[in-house]
């Protein structure tokens, strides 16, 4: 069982994928993400991740908050706050609980606004169309 001291240290702690860099698989962290590279597969943490603008995400996104400037194609499923850039492009489904869009903003997707986006390990929260 891990500490209060240690779930703080690892929740400041931030994984960066740099430009250039491309990954394919599965991620999982305590920590956070700076994504200015591409991530194909799924990434799932219970922080915030931040896709930069040279960033990409084609896959599986689930984390407690959000803020896109560059590009996200899949699933997107964020228990807090989803801010969109104005240079963001999405597409695909999003549940969120809350949804902030800049003008500009491209958001080609089905999107339910759900309070009861708590648990990122609960699949059963999915299907409730706003």
């Keep these: 069982m891990k500490s ?3 779930n703080e240290i690892l929740g400041n ?5 740099a430009k250039g860099t491309t990954i394919k698989g599965d991620i999982n962290s305590e920590a956070g993400f700076r994504i200015d590279g591409e991530v ?3 990434l ?3 922080a915030k991740v931040v896709i930069g603008k040279d960033g990409k995400i084609d ?3 689930e984390c407690s908050n959000a803020d896109i400037e560059g590009a996200f194609s899949g699933n997107l499923k964020v228990s807090g706050l989803l801010s969109l850039k104005s240079s963001a492009h999405i597409e ?6 809350k949804l902030a869009v800049e003008p500009g903003a491209t958001f080609n ?9 708590k648990s990122l390990n ?6 409730k169309s706003a």
């Design 109 to 117: 997707a089905s999107c339910s606004m759900n309070s009861g986006v």
């Design 13 to 17: 702690s931030q994984n960066r994928i």
């Design 92 to 97: 695909g489904d999003v549940v969120t609980n």
């Design 44 to 46: 799932t943490t219970p």
């Design 59 to 61: 896959g599986t996104l």
């Design 40 to 42: 194909i597969g799924t």
């Design 4 to 6: 209060n001291k240690a």
């Design 122 to 127: 609960d699949n059963g929260q999915q299907g």
